[in-house]
């Protein structure tokens, strides 16, 4: 049974990881030792990563992998990958070595605006708030100076605000909508910051003005806080080429090829069963290079779901098409993503991604992370209308079975080979592994 404690989080890390221990686990020095075995021996190290949340215990490993031969807009890149999914990191290797011989990836960035609201609360005349939001406007931006002004100067900052009535879906809800330019910062911080100073002036103006009665000024702030839904922060990234360059091993008619390949995709463009799993696939490859470069990859998951329903259905974020001969693939997809700030500078691994990547900019990221995302769904669809899934999947999985049963290198590398011509089910490998014992 589990108890509650007061005042947990000002225990030092070895009392939180004794109440634990105590607490929770029959193999107190078990769980003890486990925990300990992640903790960094470079204790500046693991203290950085103890600060970057609250009550940290231990560290908890991801592999980091990299996929390399990415041709994306004549420049080539090794693409740093953080996932747990086996095949993943593999599938996207495939994938851009086989467009890197067929002209790479072209990407673009389409815009980069993000959101920020104040959502509040009035009940009076709609004119008058109209005409004190034209008033108070230029002092909105003029009280956020401070805050704004060095990302000014890099070209940056508050696009616009506007008043919205949302009163048909909440009586009395308005909002502050505000649009942003935050360049290579993801921005959350800043964002946040502008909207908190818009609504203590909003307010206190509000309290001042002689628009208003006495009732009327009393403006409910119900809150202040950017929106993950960020559809004008949108990258396009596609491959192209003629249908007969498609052909390559497992691909025995290039024309059936492509046209099973555009079936699965208008299948996802239409069926939301399919279209969660389609995408999912794509954030595979996103969320990986998302997370490798220390972006929040909720956030992006968040607007990138909400996008995919932006027509009323779930649908597919990637489509296809052949014309006059020329097959094209492509995806649009929102991503708000930093190069600079956040983890970007603390999380040596992350500085290392962004190194790899020869230090890109935001937008450069944004092309980047849409081509993972892309050549990750090229992969799978690839698998799924040629050989089945599970063919690769297996294949890729065999080491996770193999390491399960504790195989040594020697029955690694006898099972690996025999699995090169027998189909890899779990229960074959481990009927494989028992016979190799015996
Ligand atoms: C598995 O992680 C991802 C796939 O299911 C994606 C898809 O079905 O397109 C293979």
């Known amino acids: 049974?589990?108890?509650?404690?007061?005042g947990f989080s000002k225990l030092s890390k070895s009392k939180k990881i004794e109440w634990i221990v105590d607490t929770y686990f029959s193999n107190k020095e078990d769980a003890k030792t486990v925990l300990k075995q992640y903790w960094n021996s470079n204790d500046k190290l693991q203290q950085l990563h103890d600060e970057f949340i609250e009550n940290t215990i231990t560290n908890y490993y991801l592999p980091l992998g990299v996929a390399p031969n990415f041709l994306i807009n004549g420049k080539?890149?090794?693409i740093p990958m953080a996932i747990e999914e086996s095949s993943v990191v593999a599938a996207a290797s495939k994938a851009a070595k086989f467009w890197s011989e067929r002209g790479g990836f072209k990407a673009e960035v389409i815009s980069t605006k993000k959101v920020g609201q104040v959502h509040f609360i009035y009940h009076g005349h709609i004119e008058k708030l109209k005409k004190f939001f034209r008033v108070v406007k230029p002092k909105l931006f003029q009280d956020t100076k401070s805050i704004t002004r060095n990302m000014e100067l890099r070209g940056g900052g508050i696009l616009d605000i506007e008043?919205?009535?949302?009163?048909?879906a909440i009586e009395g809800y308005f909002q502050l909508h505000a649009t942003f330019e935050t360049l290579d910062a993801m921005g959350a911080n800043f964002i946040n910051s502008c909207l908190e100073q818009f609504a203590t002036t909003f307010k206190t103006e509000a309290a001042k003005s002689e628009l208003f009665s006495e009732e009327e000024k009393e403006i409910q702030i119900v809150m202040s806080i950017l929106s993950n839904y960020v559809p004008d922060c949108l990258?396009?990234?596609e491959v192209c080429c003629k249908v007969e360059d498609l052909i390559e091993e497992d691909v025995v008619s290039s024309e059936k090829f492509a046209s099973n390949f555009i079936q699965a995709v208008n299948i996802a463009e239409v069926e939301p069963y399919r279209a969660v799993t389609h995408n999912k696939g794509i954030m595979n490859g996103v969320d990986a290079v998302v997370l490798a470069t220390g972006n929040d990859f909720r956030a992006v998951e968040a607007g990138v779901h909400a996008y995919a329903s932006r027509n009323g259905s779930y649908s597919s974020l990637t489509h296809a098409k052949v014309e006059d001969g020329v097959f094209t693939f492509w995806i649009e997809i929102p991503l708000a993503l930093g190069t600079i700030g956040g983890l970007t500078s603390l999380h040596p691994?992350?500085?290392l991604s962004l190194e790899l990547l020869h230090h890109p900019s935001a937008k450069e990221l944004m092309q980047i992370v849409a081509v993972a995302g892309l050549a990750q769904n090229f992969a799978a669809l690839r698998s799924l209308t040629t050989t089945g899934i599970q063919k690769g999947h297996m294949k890729m999985h065999l080491m996770n079975i193999l390491n399960q049963f504790n195989a040594t290198q020697e029955e690694k590398a006898e099972l690996i080979e025999y699995f090169k011509t027998h189909i890899a089910t779990h229960?074959?490998?481990?009927e494989a592994i028992q016979n190799l014992r015996r």
Do not use: E, H
Not at 1 to 6: A, E, P, S, V
Not at 427 to 430: C, G, L, Q, R
């Open 163 to 168: 008043l919205l009535d949302k009163t048909k």
């Open 349 to 351: 691994l992350v500085k």
């Open 235 to 237: 990258v396009r990234a």
């Open 1 to 6: 049974m589990g108890k509650t404690i007061d």
């Open 76 to 78: 080539t890149y090794t």
């Open 427 to 430: 229960s074959a490998v481990v």
